[in-house]
């Protein structure tokens, strides 16, 4: 099998003196889209913020392109990043820009493109989106749904070697979700690149993920392909694909004893 | 409390560094400094000008009953240019610019941070302290001369309008005395406390707003804390150049 894209050993993170991961490892394989489910708090976005170098990791090695990512100085990391597109859980749209303007922005900024060049390329990436004909509204005016697009014709505007979608079905009518997936699954066939798919929505994972990883309590409890974690006889497994409400991760939040706060201690009666 | 003073003055001053190295480039987009010299300038002008004009009309009225007092009356225009030149115009001015256009500049950074579009920026490997901070920091300090100059001319305005117009100062022994009395040292002194002040404000409120916390309550609390710090670190900048060019 090739080197992988992303390769993550013994990764310890510490935020506040709260361990948010515990000795996790994980690999990204080129040409695939790999899931990183887990109930929500589960370190998921983190898990991103540390792959893209937003934040260190306390302890362990990340590596991404074969470069450990905690070790580069600011260029090295812009390097590195120019190679990776990441489409936000909000869309991170530039307010005051419109529409045209957001998707050129990257290359204008990291490359020297004549203009027709330019405009040709953005209205490529708008129409693969469906969003040619919104080139010049401004973010207030999309919805939910149509800035999410608009953001993934940004990520894909630089035509990355690694796309990273953080939560990327999160309050999305049906309609816009079908097509939320449907890009990912094209942009992967259709140029190769590697994906990672950060979110809980197990069914829209289940239609285009080669490969899974479920985390909980800071590091990987299962993986495998989407039946195969179907298949799995864990039972954090099964909470969390069939999305019971008790169970390894218990429904309710760490408490006193639910009695005695409603009733008070005898002795205080 | 005092450790994280220093702690707080020892960011700022190397935030300053950052933002100076990438005022180079920021430069060299000069639409976008432009555009934000509007926006931090132009847009304060109704309040700098309606301030500058009731400032210089107390100075006026002031100025007039003290200077009966001793029959010198024809000294009005002398007591207000240097009044303003020297002290009220950048002190005054500054203060409005940190609560107009310093809390806007705060809570536009501040919502940016919120909406993760700093970090979509970092992402695309464009660093947000060229393409936001930079420019909006230096159309801040473009901006504050240009509105201290504008504080100032108005402000005599107004001086004039109540001592001459209305106490009946001689117009001619107000403006011969004026102009024969501020002397280039005075203007450098307003000049030289404009741009400091400019700096001063437009650094804290893009330093508050890149760092505020991602939340509105954070958001609001960087916003009042550009108004506090700018206008406390104003009057003690003000103070320490005031005994500076006195040589005390």
Redesign the interface.
Known sequence: MSEPVIKVRGLEYEVGGRSIFKGLDCEVHPGRITAVMGPSGTGKTTLLRLV?G?VNPTRGRIEVFGQDVSKLN?PDL??L??R?G?L???G????DLDVFENVA??VR??AYLPEAVLRQLVITKLHAVGLRGAAKLMPSELSGGMARRVALA?ATV?DPELLIYDEPFVGLDPISLGVIVRLIRELNETLGITSIVVSHDVNELSLIAHYSYLLSSGCVVASGTPDDLRASPLEAVRQFMSGQADGPVPFHYPAPDYHTEVLGKRSDR | MIVTCIQRVGRIAVFLVRVIAQSGPALARPRSVVHQVYNAGARSLIVIMLSGLFVGMVLGLQGFDLLQRFGSEDALGVAAALGLIKELGPVVTALLFAGRAGTALTSEIGL?RA???L?????????PLR?VVAPRFLGGVIAMPLLVAIFNLVGLFGAQLIGVQLMGVDPGAFWSQTQGAVELNDVTEGIVKSVCFGVTCSLVAVHEGFTAEPTAQGVGLATTRTVVISSVVTLLLDYMLTAAFLGR
């Open positions: 893209t937003q600011r812009y390097a990043r120019r990776m990441m936000f859980q909000n991170a749209l530039l307010t922005f990257p900024e990291n940004r630089m | 940016m909406t993760d579009q970090t979509a920026m970092e992402m695309m490997a464009v660093d393409y």
